[in-house]
C-alpha cells in the first residue's frame, strides 16, 4: 500500500471512526483502525464488536494493500502534524506503516489486515431512508431518557418503529418514557420494531452532524444488526434483543391540571433548584396555583437541603384544573426541557402519585412522560 493524503482529511476521518475503538479488549486489533485502499479512495474502519464505523476519504492512491495500525498511536501522531500531504507506505513484511510529512518520518508497527472482524456491507435496496434532521431530532429528544442500567439491557436502547410512513422512537428508563414520531417520505413495505443501542444512536447524530444528505437504514436478515448508511460513513450496530415496555399503555390520557409555561423559564428556576436539590435525592417541589380570573396563576418550585440551604422560585403560568403539589427528580425535568425547542410547555398532572406527562406547546410529536417522587 502506498497513498498519498491530506492531513486535515486524516484527522477527520479518524476522529470519526475512533468513537468504535474497544477501549478495553483481549484482541489486540480491535484496538487498531483498519486502513484499506477502497477504488481510489481509502478507507478506515474500527469496531468493538458491538459497534463499527467505516468512513472513506479522499487520497491518492499508488500501490493497492492494506493493514490495522494502534488508533491512539495514529491518532495522536496524525493530529501533531502539519496540514500538508502525508505519504503513507506499507511495509508487509514488518507489518508497519511509513508516514512522511515535510521533514517527518515516523514508522507505527500494525496487525495483519486479516485479523480485523469482517465488516457488514448492506444491500442498498432493502434500506428505508430517513430524513437526517428528523432522525438527529429524534435521537436528541429520546435517547437521553434510556437506562444506563446494564442489569436491564433492552431499556439501554430505544426502540425505533415504523408503520406504514410513520417512524417513532422511544426510550425508557423506569422513571420517565420519551416519544416522538416523524413522517417518512414513503411507507415502507412491511412494518419493522428494532432496539438501538443508545450510545450507537448518539454516535450516529455526531455524525450526522452539519449534514443536509439523508440515511439509509438497513437490516440484514437473519444478523441481529442494523446499518446506517451516510455519504462516506456507515455505522453498524448490534441490536438489543428483547421485548421492549409497551409505552402507549403507560403514557396518561387523562389529566386533572394542564399548566403552560415558559420553556426558558422553566429550564432556567430547575437549574437554580437543583443546585440545593442535587445534594439529596434531586426532589424539587412542584406546587401548581390556578388563581381566579383577574389574577395570574403561579408555580412555586422548591428545593431544601439540610446542609447547603434551599431556593425558591416564583413562575407566572396559565393553569387550568385543579390545585396540585407535586414532586419530581429535578435532573429528569431540566434534561427533558433542554431538548424541547418550542417557546412554551406544557405539564399535565393529575395527583401527587401519578406520572406528568410533558408536551411543546404546539407540537404533537414529542411526547415525555415523568414519573413523581414522593414528598
Request: proline letters at 6%.
Amino acid at each position: 500500500m502506498k497513498v498519498s493524503v491530506s492531513q486535515q482529511n486524516l484527522a477527520h476521518g479518524l476522529s470519526i471512526v475512533s468513537r468504535a475503538v474497544a477501549s478495553r479488549s483481549t484482541l489486540p486489533v480491535l484496538s487498531n483502525v483498519l486502513l484499506a485502499t477502497d477504488e481510489g479512495r481509502l478507507r478506515l474502519s474500527a469496531t468493538n464488536l458491538e459497534m463499527g464505523i467505516t468512513c472513506w476519504i479522499g487520497a491518492k492512491i499508488e500501490e493497492e494493500g492494506s493493514i490495522t495500525i494502534p488508533a491512539r498511536t495514529l491518532t495522536d501522531l496524525v493530529n501533531t502534524l502539519p496540514n500538508e500531504i502525508l505519504w503513507i507506505t506499507l511495509n508487509s513484511r514488518t507489518q508497519s506503516i511509513e508516514i512522511k510529512c515535510t521533514t517527518t518520518s515516523s514508522d507505527i508497527k500494525g496487525i495483519d489486515s486479516q485479523e480485523f472482524p469482517p465488516m457488514p456491507v448492506p444491500d442498498p435496496d432493502s434500506g428505508v431512508v430517513l430524513n437526517v434532521a428528523d432522525l438527529k431530532e429524534m435521537i436528541q429528544q429520546v435517547v437521553f431518557a434510556a437506562s444506563p442500567d446494564e442489569a436491564r439491557p433492552v431499556l439501554m436502547g430505544a426502540q425505533l418503529s415504523i408503520v406504514d410512513n410513520e417512524m417513532t422512537m422511544a426510550a425508557a428508563d423506569g422513571f420517565r418514557i420519551s416519544v416522538k414520531t416523524a413522517a417518512l417520505s414513503s411507507p415502507v413495505a412491511a412494518p419493522l420494531s428494532v432496539i438501538i443501542p443508545a450510545k450507537a444512536l448518539n454516535e450516529l447524530a455526531r455524525i450526522a452532524e452539519g449534514s443536509e444528505q439523508s440515511v439509509t437504514m438497513t437490516i440484514p436478515a437473519g444478523r441481529g444488526q442494523v446499518i446506517f448508511t451516510l455519504k462516506d460513513v456507515e455505522l453498524a450496530s448490534q441490536m438489543i434483543e428483547g421485548k421492549f415496555p409497551d409505552f402507549n399503555q403507560i403514557i396518561p390520557r387523562n389529566f386533572k391540571t394542564r399548566t403552560i409555561l415558559s420553556t426558558s423559564s422553566m429550564l432556567k428556576a430547575c437549574k437554580q433548584v437543583e443546585v440545593f436539590a442535587r445534594e439529596g435525592s434531586n426532589v424539587a417541589r412542584v406546587n401548581l396555583k390556578p388563581m381566579g380570573d383577574d389574577q395570574v396563576s403561579i408555580v412555586e418550585m422548591n428545593a431544601a437541603n439540610e446542609e447547603t440551604g434551599s431556593s425558591d422560585v416564583v413562575l407566572d403560568a396559565t393553569i387550568e384544573g385543579i390545585p396540585l403539589l407535586i414532586a419530581f427528580n429535578v435532573r429528569f425535568l431540566r434534561e427533558v426541557l433542554e431538548v424541547i425547542k418550542s417557546p412554551n410547555v406544557a405539564l399535565e398532572t393529575t395527583a401527587a402519585n401519578t406520572p406528568g406527562v410533558i408536551h411543546p406547546v404546539g407540537d404533537d410529536s414529542f411526547t415525555h412522560v415523568i414519573m413523581p417522587m414522593h414528598l
